[in-house]
């Protein structure tokens, strides 16, 4: 059977340095991230990326700037010939402003919508698949699904795991450097 890796973006794949990400020009690949994506496909995992993208409940930007950075996103990886199986976006908030996205939703991360719809479309088996992201959001969402988790400290990472490391009630299985070095991990536990 299957197995996945669910990929956070924002700080996980893209540098997330300055904000909100709400045009393709922003987006900003890591150095290491096609090549970190490549492995994984070359591994046999399915690749999915998992998005909060709160700015359009908020009314920053809309559904179709989400789809074309994603598409940017997609485009710029296959320079370095790496795939992603799906990309699922939440565009949900409690707190935003634009109707219908202004409520709570079960895709919206550490809720697990968004794994649910992969699960439901995709077969893989889910002890065996991982969860990688900057938030704890990532690793409740990897908690709440079954997955096994991976903290990396790009992006928001550091800070996340300096300010809430303690008072969180979601314990990562392993907290590493970032997204190439998460997927060493997971090449080190496959020879295992
Ligand atoms: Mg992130």
Redesign the pocket.
Known sequence: MKKAVFL?????INA?EHGYINKPDDLHLYPFAAESIFKLNQMGYLVFVV??QAGVAYGYFQIEDVEKINAKMVNDLAKGDAKVDEIFYSPYHVDGKIESFNIQHQDRKPDIGMFLKAKDKYHFNTKESFVI???YS?IGFGKNAGLRTILIRS??GENEFLQKRNETKYKPDFVVKDLSVAVKLIEELENK
Do not use: E, L
């Open positions: 956070d973006r924002d700080g996980t997330d998005t909060n992201g900057d938030r990532d992006g928001s």
